[in-house]
Nanobody, 125 residues
């Protein structure tokens, strides 16, 4: 079972903003590149953003580049996703996860065995 808890989702109008938080167990968080993924109804889960262990390198899906910002607080074992200019197509359950062997650039290719419960983001038009 992955040791993360996602929060911060909700219902927002198009053009609005939300900030998601992922709280992770210390051992899991400190060793891993962390990232956000999302799954819309009837769709496969997809990569959204990733951040290196030190926070200096970030990577984004083209669909969110310029609108979303990923950050991490290593003192608090948390990773955040600041989402702005939200669109109805951003509606999905958002999940975080991490991996020891990946980089921020390669996390999108990782096949994970387990996930947290996620947090629902709904953007109305």
């Amino acid at each position: 079972q992955v040791q993360v808890v996602e929060s911060g989702g909700g219902l927002v109008q198009a053009g609005g903003s939300l900030r998601l938080t992922c709280a992770a167990a210390g051992d899991f968080f400190s060793s891993n590149v962390m990232g956000w993924f999302r799954q819309a109804p009837g769709m496969e889960r997809e990569f959204v953003a990733a951040i290196s262990r030190g926070g200096g390198v970030t990577e984004y899906a083209d669909s969110v580049k310029g609108r979303f910002t990923i950050s991490r607080d290593n003192a608090k074992n948390t990773v955040h996703l600041q989402m702005s200019s939200l669109k109805p197509e951003d509606t999905a359950v958002y999940y975080c996860n991490g991996d020891l062997g990946s980089t921020a650039q390669t996390l999108r290719e990782k096949v994970f065995r387990s996930w947290g419960q996620g947090t629902q983001v709904t953007v109305s038009s």
